[in-house]
DNA sequence: CGTTTCAGTGAGTGAACACTCACCTTTTCT
DNA sequence: AGAAAAGGTGAGTGTTCACTCACTGAAACG
């Protein structure tokens, strides 16, 4: 298994990068996380935050000045370290191969970033829940998403068209189709608290016989 | 086009049905119904609520005493109403034809039934963010879907498989992949304000292939 | 017409919220 | 060691929130 670029370790590369982050500090980063991912952004109050980090109400005020700041403290790791690399590392990882069929470029996305929404799960169901009701987020994800989808992904699925292995269909339906068949399990796991990896083989099947050219 | 079952109509029926409901108190729904979409329901305040629905803030806690009660009033109609009639006018649709194909089955879940998810925008987007965040309201929705599907959509699935036209997954994961595919549709045409609708025959291919027999 | 019933009103209320600040403790620097 | 800086504290503050209630106006009934 490939070592993979989640929360976790982006906090700990962002923390590092912006100087030492004093212990209080990350247990009130993750306790927002968990709050945020469990009841909402809106339905969650900072003196929640302070109790379950373990601090003063003083001391979740004192990096970030307003609970919006805070918010947006969870998600910038995700946002900035986590997000680019979960597409870059996989385009690297599908060209760098010799390969490159239909069944592979499937089963690498699948197997590879399926782990990655596991293991960020609570920061995707944030980002998730918030952008249907902030339209600078939804704005701002969109503008973040896009390119790298354009440099990383498309290329990869122009070749794979070029040589007969994928359907001839826009880039942007195809993009939407594996992302969209995807999340689709982790709203499914969310709901029945399935094991997200028992789907992988099926899922691999349904999008590998979907994209099949005509 | 079919007469289709929206949450317009299911207001006004439920709305018949308990007897006269004066006028005001519709637009305290219609307007608690279009905030909750917009902002969210735990960011959205009765004071919004009576100034949208021109009313003073007392007549908002007339018929319904609490907040959370009011969220149920908006969500009622819908999971009474039309949810069931969603999954049953579908089944009698398709069962009622004479040919029974895969092809015919897709292309009848996708039209029909989209147009549906177009029409009912605002509460399925106010039923999704609250079910990613209100474990009632995500277990009731569960226990009301999962029979319906059993019922209405699980025997068409069965006799397509039965004569070689569907491929032999569980039940469920179709279900999933078919849903999945159309709610990608949804949440993409929210991103970026797309027609739903052009996306329909390449959604219909998509499935297609997908579930065609191994 | 008097009485009852009901929808509607909006100023008012206690609670809860996000946020502050004067003070204390620990770490860092010389 | 002493001073300065930074981290941490929690009672306190002003505001906003969901919710109430005494009242008004109008319709329904005999």
Redesign the pocket.
Known sequence: MVKETNIQTAFQEVMAASGNI????KQVLAASLSLFAEKGFAS????EIAERAG?????V??RY????ELLAGVLAPFMTEVLPKLVSEFAEKVVGQTYSSRHDLVATVVNDRMQFVVENQSVLRILVTEILVRNDLRDQTISRMVPLLKQNLYPVLDHLKAIGELVDWPNDRIAQFMIGTMLTQLVRSTLTNEEVTSAASLIIKFLEKGLAPE
């Open positions: 004093p212990p209080k500090q969650t109050t900072t003196k601090v003063a109400e003083g001391t005020y004192r000045r307003t609970k919006d």
